[in-house]
Structure formats: structure tokens, C-alpha cells
């Protein structure tokens, strides 16, 4: 069996969510799969971290505009190199092309709300959910199969779309083998002289994307400062500072811009110094289908106060505290209570451990061949 990957996103220096889950699911399927033959389709660009060996031949393909690569340079070079089966990764796929297809639907948030005129997203976001609500109906329609990453967004998928439930496969997400508590002083030093981290703070993956809740962490960030005598700053990851000056101004407290920290991008590899360095994790998302990052931070030591909301207690199960992410008085309440309570930041702290190691990369990828393996063997 001759099975393409598209991965056009793996080879960007600056990866985000849905790049490190294609890398992943290549990685592993090297590591179990010596059979079957793999080429994988990436764009080209700087970040070498994959290359053809054995069974897995790596093919970068010409740049070109994201709908142009994928329905007309994608499908073209999966049917040149012979391919029998073709995974795509990443929400959106080739509409025409009579090569059997699996699509990975992350979630279709994109499809449940007017994504285009939604306060917050930028062009480039709003131009993404244009481009996802024209293809993703018919893709949906002719796939052979739908992965999904929790049981949450597969009912989502199943109910929106009206389809058999049979034919989407739930299949969770990994935490990667490096996120542990680093305990080493040294690199903890380096880390926090890297970023010119504080000596204690909250960590957020700030986001323009409204569904990550940035102005409700604002929101509870000002509420926290005003009632506590301890005054604990912010770290956001990879947030624009002028896209901060607005959010500020529309929380109303220009006095917390002195409490935020804005690290910039940080490599996927460098994160678990910054979650074993933060005192708690903040993840009170309004939606996700997943949400690697509070898993991430738990297996580095860090107690993580998440929603209450969509998957996010499916994935967490009791090693998190909940919040209502609509309401940031509660979030400020919350983070008193986790500073306030030793006891019950260890209990989150040892079943968030617990709890990461459930979700693995191997696992992952061993459920994507098991849907590889039937759909060519029913062909």
C-alpha cells in the first residue's frame, strides 16, 4: 500500500497546533511502520525536520497560494508518485481527485458561526474560514473516512453534517516525549533569561483567534491584580503587542499592560522550561476539539485551570480545575483559590501527570494506520 501524507505546513519554521500533530503522526508511523510506503507532501521551506529514509520518501512541493497548493499541486503530485490512499491533515482537502481519501476534521468551529465577520479574527484567520466553509461540506461528502481528535467534535461532526457515525473515528492526540518537569537549574536559568521571564507569573497562549478567550484572561487578569495583595504577572506566547493595546483598552484597566509579559514565538522544544517555570497554566478556551497544551503543561508539573466547556473536560478529566470561560470573575476566583490552597495545587499537580500519560503519539498513529489498513483492504 502506497499511502500519501499531506503535510504542507511541517517544514514552516514557526509551527502552531495542527503542524506538530502532522509531524507527530509521521514520526511514529516511521518508528511502527516498515511496510507500507509513505511520501509525504510538504511545501518547501527552511525547517528540515523530517527526511526521506526507508519506506518514507519526503517530496516538497512548489510554493503556491494555500488553495492553489492543495487542489491543484497536492492531488497532481499524489497521483504522479501512485499513491493508493491519501491522508490529509488539516481540515481541507482536494475536491477533486479519484484518489480514496482520509481527512483529519480538528474541528469544525469554522462551520457553526459566521467565522467572516466574527470580532477578532484577522484577515489572514477570516480569509482561512472562507476557504474551510466552501470545500469542507463536499470533502466531507467524498472522503472514505473522518478522523477527529475527541468524542466531542465527533458528535459535532456527525450532528452538523447529518452523516453515519461510522464514519468518523475519534482518535486523541499525543503529548510529546519531551514535556517533563525540568528541574535542572542551569537550564531553567537559561530558559528564563531567554525570555526574560519574571520570577513567578501565570502562562497563557495568548491568540487572536476569539475562541481562545484572550480578552476573558485580561479581563480576570485585572479582577485578580485589584484583589490580591500578591500581584502576579502574565505571560502570553506569541501575542502582537499592538493586537494587546486594543484588547487593553477594551478591558478598560490600562494598569495591567505593566503585568503582562510578551515572550514571541517559542520553539515547540523550549516550551517545558517555560510551563515548569510558571505557576499555573491558564486554558480557559471558550471552544477546542482538544487542547495539547493543558496535557503539555501537566506533564511538566503544572496545575492548569481550563474550561468547563466542549472537550476540554473529556480531555482533562479531574486533573484540572474548571471555570466558566464567560465568566472572568469566576477565572480570578479561581486562580486565589489554586494560590491559596497547597493541597489542592499538589493533588492537580500529581493526577495532571497521571493523566498526560494516557495520551501518546504511538497510540495516535497506530489508530491512523488501523484506518489505513481497512479502507484499502474494503476497497
Known amino acids: 500500500m502506497h499511502i500519501g501524507i499531506e503535510g504542507q505546513r511541517i517544514f514552516r ?3 502552531h497546533g495542527m503542524d506538530m500533530v502532522a509531524l507527530e503522526l509521521v514520526r511514529n508511523l516511521q518508528a511502527i511502520d516498515h511496510h507500507n510506503k509513505y511520501t509525504v507532501f510538504v511545501k518547501e521551506d527552511e525547517d528540515h525536520c523530517l527526511r526521506s529514509e526507508g519506506n518514507f520518501k519526503i517530496a516538497e512541493l512548489k510554493n503556491a497560494p494555500y488553495p492553489v497548493w492543495e487542489q491543484y499541486v497536492l492531488p497532481a503530485a499524489a497521483k504522479a508518485a501512485g499513491c493508493d490512499l491519501l491522508h490529509c491533515t488539516s481540515n481541507t482537502a482536494p475536491l477533486f481527485t479519484s484518489i480514496p481519501m482520509v481527512v483529519t476534521l480538528h474541528d469544525i468551529i469554522y462551520m457553526e458561526k459566521l467565522s467572516l465577520l466574527t470580532k477578532g479574527f484577522t484577515s489572514y484567520q477570516k480569509f482561512g474560514n472562507l476557504y ?27 450532528d452538523f453534517f447529518g452523516i453515519a457515525p461510522a464514519k468518523v473515528n475519534a482518535i486523541y492526540n499525543g503529548v510529546s516525549a519531551h514535556f517533563m518537569p525540568v528541574t535542572d537549574p542551569e537550564t531553567l536559568l537559561a530558559v528564563k533569561q531567554k525570555y526574560n521571564l519574571p520570577d513567578k507569573f ?3 497562549f495568548g491568540n487572536t483567534d476569539p475562541k481562545k478567550n484572550t ?11 485589584r484583589n490580591s495583595e500578591e500581584k502576579i504577572p502574565l505571560v502570553m506566547l506569541d501575542f502582537d503587542q499592538a493586537e494587546l493595546a486594543k484588547l487593553i483598552q477594551e478591558v478598560g484597566d490600562p494598569s495591567i499592560a505593566d ?29 477546542e476539539s482538544f487542547g495539547i497544551p493543558m496535557l503539555e503543561a501537566m506533564a511538566c508539573g503544572t496545575p492548569v485551570i481550563t474550561s468547563n466547556t466542549s472537550s476540554m473536560p473529556e480531555i482533562a478529566g479531574n486533573s484540572a480545575l474548571f471555570t466558566d470561560p464567560y465568566k472572568p470573575e469566576q477565572l480570578a476566583d479561581n486562580i486565589s483559590k489554586l494560590l491559596a490552597n497547597p493541597e489542592l495545587r499538589l493533588s492537580l499537580v500529581d493526577s495532571g501527570r ?11 498513529a497506530r489508530n491512523v494506520l488501523t484506518i489505513y489498513e481497512e479502507i484499502t483492504t474494503n476497497k
Do not use: D, H
Request: include cysteine; aromatic fraction near 14%; charged fraction near 25%.
Open 215 to 225: 480578552i476573558g484572561v485580561l479581563k480576570a487578569l485585572s479582577l485578580f491584580l
Open 354 to 364: 497521571k493523566q498526560a500519560k494516557k495520551f501518546t503519539w504511538e497510540n495516535m
Open 259 to 287: 503585568y503582562i509579559k510578551l515572550t514571541g514565538y517559542v520553539p515547540n522544544t523550549e516550551l517545558p522550561g517555560i510551563y515548569s517555570l510558571s505557576t499555573i497554566f491558564l486554558y480557559p478556551s471558550l471552544r
Open 132 to 158: 474551510r466553509r466552501m470545500v469542507v461540506p463536499g470533502i466531507v461528502r467524498k472522503c472514505s473516512r473522518l478522523i477527529t481528535v475527541s468524542e466531542f467534535e465527533k458528535k459535532r461532526i456527525v
Open 202 to 204: 501565570f502562562f497563557f
Open 13 to 15: 519554521k514557526k509551527k
